[in-house]
């Protein structure tokens, strides 16, 4: 009850810092973004329409810090985020149009780069030291890059001056969303790069748990016995990966089940370290056992 207690303190005070510094920094750059926005628009507003526009967006700046820090708590606490100046709609209706578009893609996402970065830590566990390895630097550090930051790199490439990919929004502006398989083939072809750039930078992290595994149980003396008695090459790479990828199913299950969002290196460190204590706990036996089947037969 402790330790809950303790982490839910950590928490809230990481939800206020947060909260805090979002309302600060705004505040201490320098310009208005509402005489910014009114500047924008001069020769096409009136005076009435400049009121307006400085009650809407404008509310509450003439007064204290405080007092404006207190009133935008308040909201927070009831779900207000306040309007939009780009879009000049409330922020929780742009948010809610967009959430159901990003919950599918990161859970494409996370499914695309689980079966090929474990499909990949496979084949560079087996492989290990070979030439192989050289992506294994390159994945890390993609997955040091955050998403939205590769997206943009991606977008300018292979979109805006490749021509590969569409260039902005989730499916072809002429159609109307349906279930017909125009529409749904639009909606994956424009989602190819946003899902390309997060599975990029989410590989690394199964791929290298799945090749720690790989490497640890590659040492054991069951798998020597195995190779051995005549097992093919081939064959004991696919039992190892079979029995290694059981635990990173469960691990990737519990994770989804969960709804964590790993995307720090000690996140990934993390899972590593618990995905070779699952190992070594029990998961070793049942590849040892079946291991042994294999070789009598």
């Known amino acids: 009850m402790r330790t809950l207690l303790r982490r839910l303190a950590i928490y809230l005070f990481t939800a206020w810092t947060t909260i805090t510094v979002n309302f600060i920094l705004p505040r201490l750059m320098p310009g208005d973004p509402i005489q910014q926005l009114i500047g924008k628009l001069q020769g096409r507003v009136t005076p009435e329409m400049i009121k307006a526009i400085k009650a809407q967006f404008g509310q509450g700046l003439n007064q204290s810090m405080w007092t404006q820090y207190v009133h935008y708590i308040n909201q927070l606490l009831h779900g207000d985020l306040g309007i939009s100046i780009t879009l000049s709609s409330p922020v929780s209706d742009v948010l809610s149009s967009q959430i159901w578009w990003t919950v599918g893609l ?68 002429s159609l109307s969303p349906d279930w017909s398989w125009t529409y749904i083939a639009s909606v994956l072809r424009y989602g190819e790069l946003p899902l390309a750039s997060i599975v990029l930078s989410s590989l690394a992290g199964w791929m290298l748990g799945m090749r720690n595994m790989m490497v640890t149980t590659m040492s054991e003396d069951f798998v020597l016995m195995a190779v051995a008695k005549g097992l093919s090459r081939r064959r004991v790479m696919l039992h190892l990966g079979r029995g290694d990828g059981g635990t990173a199913r469960e691990t990737f299950t519990r994770n989804i089940r969960q709804v964590e969002c790993r995307a720090s290196a000690s996140d990934v460190a993390s899972d590593v370290g618990q995905l070779q204590r699952t190992l070594r706990r029990g998961h070793r036996d049942g590849l040892q056992r079946r291991w042994v089947d294999l070789a009598h037969h």
């Open 106 to 173: 990161i859970g494409v996402g996370a499914v695309v780069s689980f079966f090929i970065g474990t499909a990949l830590g496979v084949l560079f566990g087996w492989t290990r030291g070979s030439r192989a390895d050289v992506v294994i630097p390159a994945a890390t550090f993609l997955q040091s890059v955050p998403y939205y930051f590769l997206g943009t790199i991606l977008i300018m490439i292979f979109a805006a001056t490749l021509h590969w990919f569409p260039l902005m929004g989730a499916y072809d502006p």
